[in-house]
Structures are given as C-alpha cells and as structure tokens.
C-alpha cells in the first residue's frame, strides 16, 4: 500500500483495519494503472462496502473530514484520470452544528492546553449541520476538546449565525473551523450589530449624516456602541508621533431644564432605592432574644455619611413596626435617621449642575467659575467622609485656587486642575464623576468661532496649519441640530450618569447561582457534607456584596476568572469545620494560643517574633486580635490599617468587622487586585491572557492547597458562565 493509505488506515478506528485492508488488496488487483488505492478507498466509503457507514456512524466519525482528507490525497497522486468521486447522501452528513450557551467560550485565549477535557468539553451537538456552499459570519473563536475513542484534542470553533440572502439568523451556533472544511469568504460587514449596518446603509464616509427625527436606533445590551480608534498627534523629542488609542463616548443636551431634571420634580420612582445616613448619626445594636429584632442605642456614631443600596441596608421592622437599617458592621440606624432616595433623584445622589461663565474662551477655560465649585463640592464630600482620612480634604481643596499654584505665575494651569480632579481617591471620584458642566465644546466651530485665538496666537505657521486641519477634521456639530447654534451644553459623565438610570440588573443572578451551586456543592470535594440552609445564606450575602461592589469601585472592573478564583478562594478559607457551616463569618478556628506564632510577645521562636513585628503586630495579644476574618482571612495589623485607609471603616480598632461580608467582599476583592496581602496581584495569574488558577494561590498564601483551591476555581466558573454576565476579558 501506499504511504498514505497507512496513515489513513491510523487515522479511522482500528475495527475498520480489516476491511480497509480488504479495499487495498482489491486495488492492487485492478489493471488500470491510473486508479491509486486511495482512489479505490473513496469508492468503498461512497458505496458503504466493509460495513464502513455502519461503523462510521457507530464511531462519529466526522465523515467530512476523512473525505476531505481523501480527496487531497487523490489530487496528489498522479494519474491520467482526474476525476473526483461524490460522497453519497447515505454519508454526508455535513459539518455538524453545536450548541451555545451564554457564557460558554472554552479555554481562554491564550490559555495552556492542559487536557482539561471535563472543564472545557466540545459544546453538544444539534441536529442540525451545514451543507457544502453554505455562509456564515463567525463573531469570536473558542477552543474547547472534542473527545473520540477516548482522546481529547483541543479544537478551535467558531461562534457563528447562519446566512441566508446575506441576512443573519437569529440563532448561534458553535461551528469547526478546520480549514480543510470552511474557507474565508468575503468581508465581515454581517457582524456589525444591527444599528451599525443601518447606519453603513444610510451613511457618507467621513461625512455626517442626519436621520430622521422619527427614527429608533436601538441597541441591546452586550451590542458595540462603537469602536477603538487611534488619535494621533506630534511628538516630542525622538518621538516625532504620538498615538492613543480609545473609544470617545458623549453624553450631551441641549436641554434649559436640565438642571431641574438631576431634582426630578416628577417625582419618578424606578426599580432602585437607596438609603442616605448623615455622618454623626447615634449607632443602634441588634438583638434577636425574644424572637423579633430588638434595638439598643450605644454611644458610638456613624464616622462617615452612608450611602448604600436599600437591599444591601437588610431592612427590618421591629415589634412596633418601626423600620431599621444596617449602615455598619454591627451598627444600625432608625428609619427617622436615615433618607429613602429614588434612582431618579439624582441631585441626592450627588450629582450637580455647574456652568462656564466666560463666553467659551479656551485659553480662560482653567478660570472658570465653575473650577473652584467643584474644588467646593470635593471639600463638602470630604467633611462627611472619616475625619482621620478625609480630615485635611476640606482645607486642601478650599486653598487650592492659592496653594496648587506650582509655577508660582498667579493662575492655576490647566494641568494642575486636571491633576486636582484626578485624583484617584473613590471620595473624589465619586464627586467628579457626577458633575455635569455646560460648556462650549471643541467638536463645534473650530478657529472659526474666535474661542481659539488666545491657543493660535503663540504657535509657528506650520503648527497653525495643522491644528487648523486637526480641528476641521474633528469639528461635526455645526451639522446637527439643536447643537449648530455655537452654544454651551451639558457634558454628563457618559458611564456614571447612564448606570444611575438604567433598570436594576446585577452581575450575578444570585437565585439562579445558589440553586446551581447548590446541585454542585457535594462534588467539589470527597466527603462533602449536604449545604445546610445556613451556608446558603452565606453564600448570598457574598454573591450579593459582589453585585453591590463593582457598581461603586469603577476602578476595578469585573473579570468572570477572576471572581471565579475569588469565589473559590472563599469557599476555601471561610470554611468553619467545627459546626459544618461553609461562607462563613466566623474567625480562623484556633485557641487564643493557637495564635500565638503570630504574636510579637508570646511566638516561640525569634524569627516568628521578628515576623509579627514586621506585619504590624507590636503588642502581646495582636496575633489573636488580628487573626484571620473574612473571605481571605485577613491577618496582620498592617493589613488591618491598610483596609481601614482604604475603606474608612476603622477596622484596627474594630477587627470583628472584617468579617461581615459587606466589608469582607471588598477587602478581598481590592485586596486580591492590588496585591496587598503578600505583594502578589490578581493580574499576574489571571487576566484575558492566561488563566493560572493554581499559582494564583500566591495572592494569599503561597501554594498551600492550590490544586484543590483551583479545582474550586473552575467549577464556579462554570457556574457564573450559565449565571451572570460578568466579562470573560479584563
């Protein structure tokens, strides 16, 4: 036989062999010499000789694939007949389609192929395939392992819709991408989502175009709104090009109301409630002794105004009907103390108006009024923070008109306000992120509108040539009404603003995840004890402190491998063996001298107490004071005061209060980012790179139980994949 036959032969299953070889020995007896075995071979497969359809589809074959191969290994033979034999209906059963579930995409882009057969196995089959000459568009790739006759190999598919007349089908569908079956073909204009190909319908390039008052342009959620592009501008120095790349978003009106709008004078109510607490308000304790929820004033106070999630603020009613609310770890507050403030109340929840007011001059743009009020509205913000992290705040930004004036000319560049206002602190994000400013805009005019003369005035001919033609490139509003009349208008933070209007929704369907988890809890380790009522609602609290965290922390964004390992990371650590009770909030198990390898004082050796010291814990009693709590069990004084400059929660003094999930969250999850447990970040186990659940362990604990822990890791990751829509990329 041929070379290539022998492969064939390896390649089928080996309860063909026998009648193969049959096939081969028939070949050899023909007289014409421009027939080949593997000639003979397609023939034998086409007419089902030697049971070969029977076992084919015993076996599932891809049958498309083995007469694909055959058919190159036909065409490499030379011989004076060239044609090419059919496969028959009873054979061709096309390239087959397979199931999409949300969330489903297979091993990570870039991921090491580990055999992780049962963690990404190939997507189920449909009963449904494509037959030769039919089109798709594939929006993204997958990789995920086919198994047959026992062996897993990691294949790439592709996510696809079926085209029909060049029209996308609703349904999607995952679709081998062997370039021995699908070939490229044409551009991917049917990718565009469906308002972009009415606008690639309706549009000039480079032009713009008005459409009808009339007209709807929706787009649904998950749909691009628009994509990177690259700004390019000149150098400085060597580099004679500067790039940056980025997708522009706008938020824009024209609107006189506005400001009347952030009070909602309708009195809208939405989907979403939130409770607002004074700083300095008397804390109340809880106690459930007789059955119904019991409140006793104490004399600590609220360091700091509250502004939480109705749901998150667990709302009870005592004896006499009077509404309560949890703004602290332990510490409540009556419905007299507190505000219930509708989504649609924008101006309680922080946002305000501020105008230019001097006609729109660029090079007076730093000087506008509207500068110090904001500076203002930060030092409000900072006087109802935590006095001992916001105490100097007020004062700072109060004497920064006079004070930041680095380069000592008497104004304040515009640099040193952007620095100002950048300030990466949550306080001042928070406050700068809600400002909403009437001003003129650069998109309007040009050097035409003589807002520009002030900037033109010191530049060389060759560079008023180009900012000229940089700016008529850019300028559009001109063309659009109502923003043609070379008017200010409101700038709105494009994400801020749209997130407090739009419905609830959450990261996490926190219902659906439990109830899944629930199914799944016994297998992620032998002897797994049945979820007890208790743990499940742990295990809320957790999933729901997530949903609540990354709405009001825009510095972090959420990361499907990521809050996976976070995931299993607690499960692991909040496990409390003496009563069974998983997600718990209970400290680390151990007597008070347990702790002692922890203590500066009572450790047993020098070096452990040289190691207590350099954690922070500088009094005997501090190893079991700052034992480990919470998702990650915290340890160490130093870690205890680097969460409380953080959060403001003043968690040195109250350490219990690291265990509560509604801190314990997110300490873990800044914690896990910002690498600040043992110096190790999230980032450099995982990101939309790599997926390295096991030396993730290093985050926390250097590689103690990091198998099992990565085990964890991918079982909820499963989860949140038919859960939640959390992004898979960072």
Not at 214 to 219: H, Q, R, S, Y
Not at 403 to 430: F, H, S, W, Y
């Amino acid at each position: 036989m041929e070379h290539h036959s022998a492969v064939l032969l390896r390649r089928l299953n080996p309860y063909c062999a026998r009648a193969l070889e049959g096939a081969a020995s028939l070949c050899q007896t023909r007289a014409h010499a421009e027939i080949t075995p593997e000639h003979w071979l397609l023939k034998l497969l086409e007419q089902g000789e030697g049971d070969l359809t029977v076992l084919a589809r015993r076996y599932e074959w891809d049958m498309d694939a083995v007469w694909q191969s055959l058919l190159s290994w036909l065409d490499a033979q030379p011989r004076s007949v060239r044609t090419r034999p059919e496969l028959s209906a009873s054979l061709h059963s096309g390239i087959l389609l397979r199931q999409y579930k949300n969330g489903q995409n297979g091993l990570p882009d870039g991921a090491p192929d580990k055999g992780e057969s049962g963690t990404y196995p190939a997507p189920a089959k449909t009963r449904k395939s494509l037959k030769a000459g039919d089109r798709f568009v594939s929006s993204r790739t997958g990789r995920f392992y086919v198994t047959q006759n026992g062996i897993a190999t990691l294949t790439t598919f592709g996510l696809v819709r079926l085209l029909k007349d060049d029209v996308q089908g609703k349904e999607q569908y995952w679709v081998t991408l062997d370039p021995e079956l699908v070939e490229p073909d044409g551009e991917i204009q049917g990718l565009m989502p469906e308002w972009m190909q009415r606008a690639k319908q309706k549009g000039v390039f480079d032009s713009v175009v008005l459409t009808g008052e009339t007209e709807e342009w929706k787009a649904s959620a998950g749909t691009p709104v628009g994509f990177m592009g690259c700004m390019e501008s000149p150098g400085e120095g060597n580099n004679l090009l500067d790039k940056e790349w980025f997708a522009h978003l706008e938020v824009l009106s024209t609107d006189r109301n506005m400001p009347g709008f952030l009070a909602n004078p309708e009195k809208v109510e939405g989907d979403k409630r939130s409770i607002l607490a004074a700083k300095g308000k008397a804390l109340f304790i809880r106690q459930d002794t007789t059955g119904q929820p019991v409140f006793t004033a104490t004399s600590a106070r609220l360091s700091a105004q509250c502004l939480l999630p109705r749901k998150s603020a667990t709302p009870v009613t005592d004896e006499a009907q009077k509404g309560w609310y949890k703004v602290s770890g332990s510490g409540w507050l009556p419905q007299s103390d507190v505000e219930e403030v509708s989504q649609y109340d924008l101006l309680k929840l922080g946002f305000q108006a501020l105008e230019e007011d001097s006609g729109g001059d660029v090079i007076n743009s730093p000087y506008e009024s509207w500068v110090p009020a904001a500076f203002g509205a930060i030092s409000q913000a900072a006087e109802q923070g935590a006095d001992y992290q916001y105490g100097l705040v007020p004062q700072f930004y109060r004497d920064l008109m006079a004070e930041i004036d680095c380069n000592r000319d008497g104004k304040v560049t515009a640099e040193e306000i952007r620095q100002a206002m950048a300030v990466c602190d949550p306080l001042v994000k928070a406050v700068v992120n809600r400002l909403v400013v009437k001003h003129h805009s650069e998109w309007c005019g040009g050097r035409s509108t003589g807002r520009w003369e002030g900037f033109y005035k010191d530049l060389d001919s060759l560079e008023v040539k180009y900012c000229e033609k940089w700016q008529a490139d850019l300028e559009w509003m001109s063309k659009v009404p109502p923003f043609n009349k070379d008017e200010a208008v409101w700038h709105f933070h494009p994400v801020v603003f749209l997130d407090s209007l739009k419905d609830k929704s959450e990261l996490i369907n926190v219902d659906t995840f439990i109830a899944q988890y629930e199914n799944e809890h016994v297998s992620f380790a032998p002897g797994t004890p049945i979820l007890s009522q208790g743990s499940k609602n742990n295990l809320r609290e957790i999933l729901e402190s997530i949903n609540e965290f990354y709405p009001h922390h825009m510095e972090y964004m959420p990361n499907l491998y990521g809050i996976s390992y976070m995931l299993a990371t607690a499960r692991h650590e909040t496990y409390y063996f003496p009563t069974g009770e998983y997600f718990s909030e209970q400290p680390e198990v151990g007597s008070v001298s347990y702790f002692n390898k922890y203590d500066p004082v009572l450790a047993v050796t020098q070096a452990l107490k040289k190691r207590a010291i350099a954690n922070g814990n500088a009094q005997q009693g501090d190893g079991y004071k700052y034992r480990g709590r919470g998702c990650v069990h915290l340890t160490w004084k130093n870690n205890y005061q680097k969460a409380k400059d953080k959060f403001g929660v003043d968690y040195v003094n109250q350490p219990e209060l690291a265990a509560d999930f509604k801190h314990a969250v997110p300490i873990m999850i800044w914690g896990m980012e910002e690498g600040i447990f043992i110096g190790k970040k999230l980032s450099m186990y995982i990101s939309n790179r790599e997926m390295d659940y096991e030396n993730a362990r290093k985050i926390i604990n250097g590689s103690d139980q990091k198998i099992l822990i990565a085990s964890y890791a991918k079982k909820f990751q499963s989860i949140l994949e038919n859960t939640s829509s959390i992004p898979h990329g960072l």
